[in-house]
């Protein structure tokens, strides 16, 4: 049974960075994919990068440019590195994954197709 754990939130001025990252623990890391996701209150929870089993990454339009996914398969983690972060960045993130996923860039990154979820960890960005 697969599982991933997140660290690394907190609370960060506009135009900082930050770093989360994901620990996946369970077999066979590297036949799964995995996303970031961030939720704010009263708002859809909404993709924001995703790494698939191929190494194959997507990143939502709103973060291009400022944050990068990386996946280590020999320490099985996905690492979001924020940079340039905005007020409306805050909220929180959430990791999750799911075996044998490709990345489609024909539609958003889509939270209804991930099965394992993390319990998040909290982003505040202020003004």
């Known amino acids: 049974q697969s599982q991933v754990m997140e660290s690394g939130g907190g609370s960060v001025q506009a135009g900082g960075s930050l770093t989360l990252s994901c620990q996946f623990s369970?077999?066979?890391?590297?036949?799964?994919?995995l996303a970031w996701f961030r939720q704010a209150p009263g708002v859809e929870r909404e993709g924001i990068a995703m790494?698939?089993?191929?190494?194959?990454?997507k990143y939502a339009e709103f973060v291009k440019g400022r944050f990068t996914a990386s996946r280590n398969n020999d320490k099985n983690t996905l690492s979001l590195q924020m940079s340039n972060l905005k007020p409306e960045d805050t909220g929180m993130y959430y990791c999750?994954?799911?075996?044998?996923?490709?990345?489609?860039?024909?539609?958003?990154?889509?939270?209804?197709?991930?099965?394992?979820w993390g319990h998040g960890t909290q982003v505040t960005v202020s003004s």
């Open positions: 369970g077999p066979s890391f590297d036949r799964y994919s």
């Open positions: 790494v698939d089993f191929t190494g194959t990454t």
């Open positions: 999750a994954c799911r075996g044998f996923l490709r990345v489609d860039d024909r539609r958003p990154i889509d939270p209804t197709e991930f099965f394992t």
